[in-house]
């Protein structure tokens, strides 16, 4: 990467990665792909989305300071709360975001659930859509005033109706590759990392390519809106995906310690040819990747992968300061981004030769 590129890279994360970057406009990245010249389109989408606007726990008449998950319905309940929780109990996990851990809780009958953070006493902003039950975390600090408590508890949710925005650019003829990252956070975080930096890469890299483009496949940058409520923009977007659609990379926080290529997630393994292709060309630049099956994990190639497309799984892993207030521009590893950048882009230059 050149010491010029580097340098504005790092001055437009910290001019657009200051704000949370759900349900807001477009337009300073749109701004962006002007600046470079880059041609995009824009794609359309419905969105609906509960998000809770007031969350009210209280145990022995004292209320404990909770964040609800984006999805969560409208609920006034009392309960016990247990960790090993029974029908009508208010469930307590560590288990943040693994949604196979809601489910069979749900499948249990609890009332709700309630998550919090082992390894940091911070706030965590999930999602619950398409759960049908309302979450909430609290801070680590709280978690033994909880447990085994009788509370109260009342989330107060807004059903959102907006528009979703992808963003599409293109250079090249033939068979299609796709480069994809999501703009979107959480509500309540800056996502710096999840995924503003991760995004902005993407662009950098497109724009360099771009320049003299001679590679014999159609190179496609997807930048997605929603993936943080369900995949939403990536779901929409492969509802019209070409005949000819073959590789796809998705980039979803990269700019952290623990750089992972993540070959299995939640859908099961991840592209065997192109993720071979990667395997071998970080071994011959002597990258110091880890390769993880993380049964949890769900980001935007999902939707190309369940349409046949071979995806590659670029992040971090662990992540621990993700969907936390502390995933802010401070926090983002400029080596870590450096060697992403220059890995990913000398990848595609190589793919239909390695």
């Known amino acids: 990467m050149k010491n010029s590129t580097f340098e504005e890279l790092k001055e437009r994360a910290e001019s657009l990665l200051r704000e949370e970057r759900f349900l807001s406009s477009k337009e300073p990245i749109k701004r962006l792909l002007k600046d470079k010249g880059i041609p995009y389109q824009e794609e359309k989408f419905e969105v609906e989305v509960l998000v809770p606007q007031e969350v009210k726990l209280q145990v022995d008449n004292r ?10 319905p409208n609920i006034e309940v009392e309960g016990y709360v247990k960790e090993d929780p ?14 196979r851990v809601f489910q069979k809780l749900k499948e249990k009958g609890v009332k709700a659930i309630i998550t919090y953070m082992e390894d940091l006493d911070a706030h965590f902003h999930g999602s619950a859509v398409g759960l049908d039950l309302p979450i909430i975390n609290v801070r680590k600090e709280h978690v033994e005033l909880l447990k085994d408590a009788y509370v109260k508890l009342k989330v107060k949710s807004k059903l959102v109706k907006t ?14 590759f796709y480069l994809v990252a999501h703009t979107d956070t959480k509500p309540g975080t800056f996502g710096a990392i999840d995924n503003g930096i991760g995004f902005l890469t993407l662009i950098y890299i497109f724009d360099e390519l771009r320049r003299d483009y001679k590679l014999p496949f159609k190179l496609r940058l997807l930048l997605t809106d929603f993936e943080e409520v369900g995949l939403l923009g990536s779901k929409h977007h492969v509802q019209k995906l070409p005949k000819h659609t073959y590789y796809c990379i998705n980039v979803d926080s990269i700019g952290w310690t623990n750089p992972s290529v993540l070959y299995k997630d939640a859908e099961g393994y991840n592209g065997q040819t192109i993720n071979e292709k990667f395997f071998k060309h970080a071994s011959e630049f002597s990258v110091n990747i880890e ?3 993380v049964p949890s994990a769900i980001s935007d190639h999902i939707p190309f992968k369940q349409q046949g497309v071979e995806t590659l799984f670029l992040t971090s ?17 400029w080596d870590m981004v450096r060697m992403w950048f220059d890995l990913i882009l000398s990848f595609i230059r190589r793919f239909h030769k390695i």
Not at 163 to 176: D, F, K, P, Q
Not at 317 to 333: E, G, L, Q, W
Request: aromatic share 6%; proline share 7%; charged share 20%.
């Open 86 to 99: 029974l029908a009508g109990d208010i469930a307590l996990t560590p288990k943040r975001s693994d949604r």
């Open 63 to 72: 209320t404990v300071p909770a964040v609800g998950y984006v999805g969560s």
């Open 317 to 333: 892993h662990p992540f621990s300061i993700r969907h936390t207030p502390y995933d802010n521009v401070h926090s983002i590893d």
């Open 163 to 176: 528009t979703g925005t992808n963003l599409l650019s293109e250079v090249g003829r033939g068979a299609i």
């Open 291 to 293: 390769w993880k099956a």
